[in-house]
């Protein structure tokens, strides 16, 4: 199985491609973490990232794309994928349909998470995130069992300064006016299928399976 999950900051994404690709057996493909495996490893590519990263600039599409290549062509994906965060534009969706045409694949479905403003801002405001692993956590919905502190790591945790209320409403303002292009191309496409994506995670994960048995 091979999908795509889309959504708004604050959707769920990340939550549910692991948990999704961890119950299909499949390899879970996140645009951040291949960036700063890149990065770690010092590939020429990962070089190239971490210039523009610490000059406080977006990593270019053209170079995000040649990482996303260079990941579609290992062995794991061959069994399926689940695409977390990515495309983010109508552009760069036509740059991933340039991959899965060299690599003779293509996507299977496009599940959209639709996510209410109200919702988003509750989660994004007490997200905190941990400063080695980067794992999530939330201060209500999924505290850590020490105040401040990692589960997995033990490294402090922090909120990111984009999670404030008034800058989350920015980026939902910004996110909105991009992604509307991109959902019309994979309806068009007869790929989208979108879900309420407010409820608990582990419900919106189980309509998410439901949708993969349909398609199987």
């Not at 879970?28 to 890149?38: E, P």
């Not at 689940?82 to 694949?105: C, H, M, V, W």
């Not at 988003?120 to 502190?149: D, W, Y």
Request: net charge positive; charged share 30%; proline share 4%.
């Amino acid at each position: 199985m091979r999908i795509i999950l889309l959504g708004p900051p604050g959707a769920g994404k990340g939550t549910q491609a692991k948990t999704l690709a961890e119950r299909l057996n499949v390899a879970h493909i996140s645009t951040g973490d291949i960036l700063r495996q890149n990065v770690k490893d010092g590939t020429a590519l990962g070089r190239q990232a971490k210039d523009f990263m610490e000059r406080g600039a977006l990593v270019p599409d053209e170079l995000m794309s040649k990482m996303l290549s260079d990941r579609f062509s290992q062995p794991d994906i061959e069994k399926g994928f689940i695409l977390d965060g990515y495309p983010r534009s109508l552009a760069q969706a036509k740059t991933l349909e340039e991959i899965f045409k060299q690599r003779n694949t293509d996507v299977d479905m496009v599940v959209y998470l639709d996510s209410s403003d109200k919702v988003i801002i509750q989660r994004l405001t007490g997200r905190l995130v941990c400063s080695g692993c980067g794992a999530n956590f939330h201060i209500t919905n999924m505290p850590p069992k020490e105040k401040g502190i990692c589960d997995k790591c033990g490294k402090p945790l922090f909120q990111r300064t984009d999670d404030k209320e008034e800058t989350i409403k920015k980026r939902l303002d910004v996110y909105k006016q991009e992604v509307s292009g991109l959902i019309k191309h994979y309806q068009d496409k007869k790929k989208l299928y979108s879900l309420d994506a407010d409820g608990e995670a582990g419900v919106v994960l189980e309509e998410i399976i439901a949708l993969t048995k349909k398609m199987a």
